[in-house]
């Protein structure tokens, strides 16, 4: 009597097999594009991020520095053009107090006053007021230097100024000067002069506005995109490179054009709240800057405020359109930088999602090898190709020598019982009795026989042993 089977197992398999199926699962496929793909859009894309970021705060502060430099530059000239004027003022008027140039020598102090002239030819002219308001003038015109004596003592505002340079001991720029017969406004450098404590005069040197002009034009000549301008005040220009030609109507009582009045539609809106924004760059402390939009186009303003030069504060600066700073060469590096990181990540992302694509696929081979032998048709289960992946390669090589063993093991197991077994079915595995027949047979002399044949001439004989007992059984 022979026991078949046991107790099964079925239902509890069968339950864990479908709490497995109701878990979340993905292909290895998106699993490893997703995952190469990730990590490079993380890896490439902060690198790229914090590149960017980078290059573009450097790229503000070079511009900043660009226009700092700029304005630098133009206050510096400014400086260099105005310098020698208050140089050989202070130099002369020295001379004079000290008693080396006598004043009431006419002839000395003008070959003096002409000398400095010759070594400052952006003075105009210059004029020794002595303290009863007598005028020794020495002034150029048409390339000729002319001496005149003149009395003053009967106008009010040559009173006025000698009264203000009396007050005071080091030189100091003046306000304005209004010169009718020559019909054009002066800027004027004045120097008081003391002979041993007493005041006894002062040197006055003077600058044509339209030399101050001419200089910005050679400036803007220099740099096409700025338009430089220095107003006087907040509203009157003082210097542009449209008053070189002394093209304005000017007078005593309107010694500068205002800013609405100017030939250039830009500075005239440098005020204008409703059309001005600021400008956020990394700029010095004593440069300010705004931007103002006019009529589809953007325009920055760079100045800076001077004090010394007058009684009003001087603003030299400049404008540009905008696209001359945010679009110059250093931005169009920083947008042609941006492209090619963007380029570079989404190729590093399709790179990943081929390899990953690449790498999966003999994992889904090894899969669905796999699921061939869940169904038990081993005859029909591929070989797994070889990988250059080392651990890949080593479990197509296992795989393919497991299902070698299988295909063996089929001979001896029938594939009902497997699938049986596999099927959790209690009821066809139950224990129960069964009658058999056992029958044995020997062949007598058997080794000897066996010595004696070859292998295969021994497997025929024994094929045909067991074909005879069949027939009988």
Request: net charge neutral; with cysteine.
């Amino acid at each position: 009597m022979a026991v078949l089977g046991g107790p099964g197992a079925g239902p509890e398999r069968n339950g864990a097999r479908d709490r497995r199926a109701r878990r979340f699962r993905m292909p290895i496929a998106t699993a490893l594009m997703l995952g190469f793909g990730l990590l490079v859009f993380v890896g490439v894309g902060s690198v790229l991020g914090i590149g960017l970021w980078s290059a573009s705060r450097n790229t503000l502060d070079l511009i900043g520095d660009k226009a700092e430099f700029t304005i630098e530059a133009l206050n510096q000239r400014l400086l260099t053009h105005l310098r020698p004027v208050e140089e050989a003022n202070a130099y002369l008027a020295a001379l004079i107090a000290s008693g080396e140039v006598d004043p009431d020598d006419r002839v000395q102090l003008a070959d003096y006053m002409t000398g400095a002239m010759s070594a400052t030819p952006q003075v105009m002219g210059m004029t020794f007021l002595t303290a009863d308001f007598r005028a020794i003038r020495v002034s150029r015109a048409n390339r000729r230097v002319g001496l005149r004596v003149s009395d003053w003592s009967g106008n009010d505002g040559v009173q006025q100024v000698m009264a203000q340079a009396a007050a005071r001991a080091d030189p100091y720029w003046g306000d304005l000067v209004w010169a009718p017969t020559n019909g054009i406004t002066l800027i004027n450098r004045r120097a008081p002069v003391f002979a041993r404590g007493v005041f006894t005069g002062q040197l006055v040197s003077v600058v044509a506005i339209s030399e101050l002009s001419r200089f910005l034009a050679d400036a803007a000549r220099d740099d096409n995109s700025a338009r430089p301008f220095i107003l006087y005040g907040r509203d009157r220009v003082l210097a542009h490179a449209s008053m070189a030609a002394e093209d304005y109507a000017l007078s005593s009582e309107r010694p500068l054009p205002t800013v609405d009045r100017i030939e250039d539609p830009v500075l005239q809106r440098i005020w204008d709240e409703a059309i001005t924004t600021p400008i956020r760059l990394k700029l010095g402390p004593a440069t300010r800057a705004h931007r103002v939009a006019l009529n589809g186009h953007s325009y920055a303003f760079f100045y800076r405020e001077i004090e010394g030069y007058g009684p009003q504060t001087l603003r030299v600066g400049l404008w540009r359109e905008t696209p001359t700073f945010e679009r110059s060469q250093e931005v169009t590096r920083l947008y042609v930088s941006g492209g090619v990181g963007a380029a570079i990540l989404l190729v590093s992302v399709a790179a990943a999602l081929f390899m990953g694509r690449r790498m999966s696929r003999p994992i889904r081979a090894l899969a669905a090898s796999a699921e061939s032998i869940g169904e038990l048709d081993f005859a029909r289960i591929p070989r797994v190709e070889r990988s250059r992946l080392l651990e890949i390669d080593e479990a197509a090589e296992t795989f393919n020598a497991m299902v070698s063993a299988l295909r063996s093991f089929e001979t001896y197991v029938p594939r009902a019982l497997v699938q049986t077994l596999m099927a959790g079915n209690d009821a066809s595995i139950r224990s129960g009795e069964r009658e058999v027949t056992v029958l044995f047979t020997d062949i007598r002399d058997f080794t000897g026989l066996a010595e004696s044949l070859s292998a295969g001439e021994t497997a025929t004989f024994l094929n045909a042993h067991f074909s005879l007992l069949g027939a009988c059984i």
